[in-house]
């Protein structure tokens, strides 16, 4: 028994691991709305254990033959649950067809921003309007305040949003009031446009352009078909195991945030963690030049998760200043044509957005909530300098983990679209074993980097 556990403990641990991510993801799905605090200790329990996991599965020799047993049934895992993605996507695209219209916020908010350019209208005007549930929220905090009467402007938003194109160009307004605390309110209300980068809407014009809302689900399969065709083989190089390959894939296919945020509700949350992810592996494979061209595209997609990730170039200089450039140029056409509209829309969720029962600092005070942002900001500093002394994967992974959980536990809201960004962190924490001989520090001058 003690031969057996010896030379399948690898794998029982990389089991382990998996179903300890599934088993979190779950939790998130029973503690959604009204459980901010249930799902602050659930994200902390994230880095804890897989630090846990990355413990007990040290590096170490491994058996050929071993590793390939296992890889068959996780390769056949991989297989149908790739196969059940594929078919789920089908029948999405279809109801989407036929219905004309997906379940995402998000997807309708891109339709119509990109509507709106059609008809040459800024979509980060200070009188563009693509936010319903935000707008909804604030007409509701206007009216209990005893700001003013909103009834018209629940009416026109009813109309406008199923009218679409130049109905959704001039807002109903309540009047504006004449105190503090509603003025406040009044000028969220006019910061209602789109809220992510114009790369985003580059990415899925001809989708929309061809399909209206259904081609969000045909942009996901191309981007995931894509995405895993190059990083299974790539896992498979890096790591030389084959179980290694498959298990990272069942990761990506099989858990709830890919069949439902991304093919189900139609979320846009796969495209900047995709180019975030390709980040990763460009600048590992010592192509900074291209790494950056990526995580400026994240950003210039949505400025998280790209933002959390774009440190890891303050070694690379020139790459560094080729991603600012690249997210500056992105932004560059739209901040000229209306700076002040633009960036209202585009800090509304980082400066004004109102919490919800989703986080943890919608049960906290204004003072908590501000030390909890001041101490979350510390951990990321204090594990990305740590980062930049030590050097290496292990440090640099501690970084990421981190520096996620760390953005998404001061959030106001945390909405499980969100969870799209851990699963790449997820695979790199199964990965990280397997890799074989320990990483030199990047920082070393006569070393190479894997």
């Known amino acids: 028994m003690s031969a057996f556990l ?9 089991l382990g691991w998996i179903a300890a991510v599934f088993a979190f993801l779950q939790l998130f799905r029973v503690f959604d709305y009204g459980a901010g ?19 007990l599965a040290r590096p170490g020799p491994r058996d050929a033959a071993v590793d390939a047993r296992w890889a068959r049934e ?15 996507a089908g029948q999405t695209f279809a109801q989407a067809r036929s219905m004309k219209a997906v379940h995402s916020d998000q997807a309708q908010g891109i339709s119509r921003a990109l509507e709106l350019m059609r008809l040459r209208a800024n979509p980060y005007g200070p009188t563009t309007f693509l936010q319903p549930h935000d707008f909804g929220h604030d007409l509701t905090q206007f009216e209990s305040l005893g700001c003013g009467s909103v009834s018209e402007s629940r009416a026109w938003v009813e109309k406008a949003w199923v009218e679409r194109g130049a109905a959704l160009l001039a807002p109903v307004l309540p009047d504006p009031p004449g105190f503090g605390p509603c003025e406040a309110v009044f000028r969220r209300l006019h910061s209602m446009g789109f809220r ?34 190059f990083l299974i083989p790539l896992v498979k190089k890096q790591t ?4 290694a390959a498959s298990a990272v894939g069942v990761l990506l296919v099989w858990t709830r945030p890919m069949r439902w945020e991304i093919f189900i509700q139609a979320h846009s949350d796969l495209l900047p963690t995709a180019l975030a992810f390709a980040f990763y592996f460009l600048r590992r494979g010592e192509r900074p030049m291209l790494a950056a061209l990526a995580i400026g595209l994240s950003i210039g997609a949505k400025p998280l998760p790209g933002l959390i990730w774009l440190p890891l170039l303050a070694r690379e200089p020139r790459a560094l200043l080729l991603a600012v450039g690249v997210v500056a140029a992105s932004f ?29 600092a919608h049960y906290l005070p204004p003072p908590a909530r501000k030390a909890l942002s001041l101490a979350a900001l510390g ?20 970084y990421l983990l981190v520096a996620h959980v760390a953005v998404l536990v001061s959030g106001t809201v945390f909405h499980n679209n969100y969870l799209v960004w851990l699963m790449p962190l997820m695979a790199l924490v199964l990965m990280e074993p397997f890799r074989g001989n320990p990483v030199p520090p990047i920082s070393a001058p006569n070393e190479g980097r894997t």
């Not at 659930?42 to 254990?49: D, E, G, K, M, T």
Request: charged share 15%.
């Open 6 to 14: 010896s030379r399948h403990r690898l794998y029982l641990l990389s």
């Open 37 to 55: 605090r249930q799902r602050f200790v659930v994200l902390l329990a994230i880095p804890a254990v897989a630090y846990g996991f990355r413990r």
């Open 74 to 88: 996780m390769r056949l895992v991989f297989i149908i649950g790739a196969t059940f993605l594929a078919l789920l």
């Open 196 to 229: 992510y980068g114009p790369v985003i809407l580059a990415f899925y014009a001809p989708f929309v352009a061809a399909l209206w809302e259904s081609g969000f689900i045909l942009a996901h399969a191309l981007l995931m078909v894509i995405g895993l065709a």
């Open 240 to 243: 030389g195991s084959l179980f």
């Open 332 to 360: 560059a056409p739209f901040i000229a044509w209306d700076p002040a509209g633009f960036w209202n829309n585009l800090s509304y969720p980082f400066l004004n957005r109102y919490t919800d029962s989703t986080a943890v």
């Open 379 to 398: 951990f990321c500093a204090g594990f990305g300098w740590r980062w930049l002394k030590k050097g290496g994967a292990r440090a640099e992974l501690d």
